[in-house]
């Protein structure tokens, strides 16, 4: 698994999870939490004192299991906790680095927090065209241009690379709007589908914000 430590390939067998509706944490992204259930407070102790490892998985709805927990995605965000500032009164602000997608096959469950065996998931390097990639720059520039134009404060930085996959990561992170978008981005190993999937949603997103009545969700 190029890439990855062996400290936190060690932790794939028991991985912690970090639950969330909405949120996912793509490969190479930067993910700021704040943390103040008990729960989990016990959990991001736990990381920082071993291998700072946990997954960031998105809450998908459905049945709550008879522990109490909603249904969780397969296909999760492997991050490692970079910074973090434990506050007086034992919550934490944490900032977690993406590193890979992982797929999860969840531990009988052990209070207080969930954890799962994961498998690290490799890109799939099809081929990906420079029109293909020329298009999702200009998609995605040009939806970022009109949220810009309806709050002076977004910000959004075309990375500097090359990759495809890592490119699409990059926008599908900060620039997809619904979470089950951004899902379908994490859980396509495929680059090429994941481009196309990528550039297609952010060119409705664009058609929503520049019609007369588009509003920003």
């Known amino acids: 698994m190029a890439g990855i430590s062996p400290t936190i390939v060690a932790a794939l067998d028991a991985l912690p999870l ?5 949120v996912v944490l793509m490969p190479g992204a930067s993910l700021p939490l704040f943390v103040f259930e008990p729960r989990y407070k016990k959990m991001i102790r736990d990381v920082l004192d071993g291998h700072r490892a946990l997954a960031v998985v998105q809450i ?13 995605a ?3 965000g492997l991050g490692t ?6 506050l007086p009164s034992g919550r934490f602000n944490v900032i977690v680095r993406g590193v890979a997608r992982v797929e999860l096959t969840e531990l009988p469950f052990v209070s207080p927090y969930r954890r799962a065996s994961a498998k ?3 890109d799939q390097h099809d081929p990906v065209s420079s029109t293909a990639m020329a298009v999702l ?3 995605a520039t040009a939806f970022a241009a009109t949220v810009k134009q309806r709050d002076a404060s ?6 500097k690379v090359s990759d495809a996959g890592s490119l699409a ?4 992170q900060h620039l997809l709007i619904d979470g089950r978008d951004r899902q379908a981005a994490l859980e396509t190993s495929s680059v090429s589908e994941r481009v196309r999937h990528v550039t297609e949603t952010l060119a409705l997103q664009q058609m929503s914000f520049a019609s007369p009545n588009g509003a920003m969700n």
């Open 60 to 72: 998908v709805g459905g049945p709550i299991d008879e522990d109490g927990n909603p249904k969780i």
């Open 137 to 139: 720059i200009a998609t």
């Open 154 to 159: 977004f910000a959004f930085k075309m990375p």
């Open 74 to 76: 397969r296909v999760a």
């Open 120 to 122: 690290v998931l490799e």
């Open 18 to 22: 970090f639950p969330l509706q909405d």
């Open 81 to 86: 906790i970079v910074d973090h500032t434990e």
């Open 169 to 172: 990561d990059h926008c599908a």
